[in-house]
């Protein structure tokens, strides 16, 4: 059974980064480099919404408009890790955030496409 663990959640006062990891493990076999990965947020009261995808590929990345320029999403295939850098944080970006995994190559921006996630962790951007 395939699991997915984020970390690298936190306090930060707005303008700051963080660096949240998700790291994949428990499926034998099982290679980052083949299937899309997304992140994904979910702040008190909303729905969850996408906030980046690279395909499987690697080559195809995906953001959200309101965190263009700000996010990068990136992976490491060897470690089956991909990362969110996230940058000039805004209040507005306090949720908590998701990772998952396409049993496929292309990104999809909805949430039931996804067949496998995380348990998430809890970024908060405050003074």
């Known amino acids: 059974q395939l699991q997915l663990v984020e970390s690298g959640g936190g306090l930060v006062q707005p303008g700051g980064s963080l660096r949240l990891s998700c790291a994949a493990s428990g499926a034998s076999g099982f290679i980052l480099d083949y299937y899309a990965w997304g992140w994904f947020r979910q702040a008190p009261g909303k729905e969850r919404e996408g906030v980046s995808c690279?395909?499987?590929?690697?080559?195809?990345?995906h953001y959200v408009d309101s965190v263009k320029g700000r996010f990068t999403i990136s992976r490491d295939i060897r470690a089956n890790t991909v990362y969110l850098q996230m940058d000039s944080l805004k209040p507005e970006d306090t949720a908590v955030y998701y990772c998952?995994?396409?049993?496929?190559?292309?990104?999809?921006?909805?949430?039931?496409?996804?067949?496998?996630w995380g348990q998430g962790t809890q970024v908060t951007v405050s003074s």
């Open positions: 998952a995994v396409i049993l496929g190559r292309l990104c999809h921006k909805e949430v039931e496409k996804y067949d496998y």
């Open positions: 690279i395909s499987g590929t690697g080559e195809s990345v």
